[in-house]
């Protein structure tokens, strides 16, 4: 089944920003975990839609093996828990940021999700 509405890539993009860009304001431990709740979501929503275009393309294609790769990467980084310390709890946020991200590069790369 897929989603009737494309996803929304600046929203996706805002959130990854948060935590990742030069010079991000530190976040709270509630904000951490929002965001982090937050990015799992983006992770569940792209991560199939980038998995469905990817399979369009022919084995072997370029686009596709980066697309399906960053797409098993996100999918593991799901299972990362929310840490213990604060350090840890910003380390898998960023992680799950960088994924996020990725996806986003590849569901534009692959046409918003129309190849």
């Not at 009737?4 to 431990?29: C, E, F, H, K, Y």
């Not at 294609?61 to 797409?71: F, I, Y």
């Amino acid at each position: 089944m897929t989603n009737s509405l494309p996803p929304d890539i600046p929203t996706m993009r805002v959130a990854t920003q948060r935590v990742l860009a030069q010079g991000a304001a530190p976040l709270s431990d509630e904000q951490l975990e929002t965001l982090r709740l937050q990015l799992r979501g983006h992770i569940q929503l792209l991560g199939p839609e980038i998995e469905r275009a990817a399979q369009r393309l022919p084995k072997g294609d370029s686009l596709r093996e980066c697309a399906l790769t960053s797409a098993g990467e996100a999918r593991m980084r799901l299972l990362l828990g929310p840490g213990d310390t604060v350090v840890v709890r910003v380390a898998v946020v960023q992680k799950l940021a960088r994924s996020v991200r990725a996806l986003c590069d590849q569901y534009e790369q692959l046409g918003g999700g129309r190849v």
